[in-house]
C-alpha cells in the first residue's frame, strides 16, 4: 500500500496518505484547512537494507515543488548532460541554468557568481577555492514566491513542519 506525501502551502504542512491502491493522481484536501487542495511531493522512497533515515529536525529542508515539472526537468537534462564535454565548465553552468529555468527554482547568490564565473571561462578549481566554503554554506537553489506582477523574491517562510499522523485517501 502506498504512502503519499502532500503539501499545504495555506498551512506551510506535509501530511502522510495512505492508499490502499494507487492513486497517482488524486489530490485529497488539506486535513486542516478542509478547503485547499493538497500539492503532491517527490518523496524519496524506502529501501531495505542499509538505508538511513535523516535525524529528525535534520537540516535539509523539504521544499514544495511541482513534481511533473521536476521530473521533465531531470529527464531532459539527464539526456543532455551525457553530450556535455567536461573540458568546457560553459557548458555544465549552462545546464545548471537551465535546470533553474526549467523547474521554476531560482539560483542563490553563491551558485548564480559561481556560473556567471565559469560562463566568463575563469577557472573552475580558482572558482571552487575563492567561494567553495561560501557554497557549501548556502542553499544553491531557492523557490521563487510570486508578489505583485510576476516580480520574484527569495522564498522567506520556513521550512514546512511535517504532520505526524498517517492519514487515509
Known amino acids: 500500500m502506498p504512502i503519499y506525501e502532500f503539501y499545504c502551502r495555506k498551512c506551510n504542512t506535509l501530511f502522510n496518505f495512505l492508499s490502499r491502491t494507487l492513486q497517482p493522481d488524486k489530490r485529497p484536501k488539506c486535513p486542516i484547512c478542509r478547503k485547499i487542495t493538497l500539492e503532491k511531493q517527490v518523496s524519496a522512497f524506502a529501501q531495505t537494507g542499509r538505508a538511513k533515515e535523516a535525524p529528525a529536525g535534520g537540516t535539509e529542508p523539504e521544499l514544495p515543488i511541482n513534481e511533473a515539472k521536476m521530473e521533465r526537468a531531470m529527464d531532459a537534462l539527464a539526456r543532455e548532460a551525457d553530450s556535455i564535454s ?73 521550512a514546512p513542519r511535517r504532520d505526524k499522523t498517517l492519514y487515509e485517501m
Do not use: C, W, Y
Open 86 to 158: 567536461e573540458e568546457d565548465p560553459r557548458q555544465a553552468a549552462g545546464l545548471m541554468r537551465k535546470f533553474s529555468k526549467m523547474t521554476g527554482m531560482e539560483l542563490g547568490a553563491g551558485m548564480q557568481e559561481a556560473l556567471n564565473r565559469l560562463e566568463a571561462g575563469e577557472d573552475p578549481e580558482q572558482i571552487e577555492a575563492e567561494l567553495g566554503d561560501r557554497l557549501e554554506k548556502e542553499d544553491p537553489f531557492v523557490l521563487p514566491e510570486r508578489e505583485g506582477k510576476g516580480r520574484a523574491r527569495q522564498r522567506t517562510r520556513p
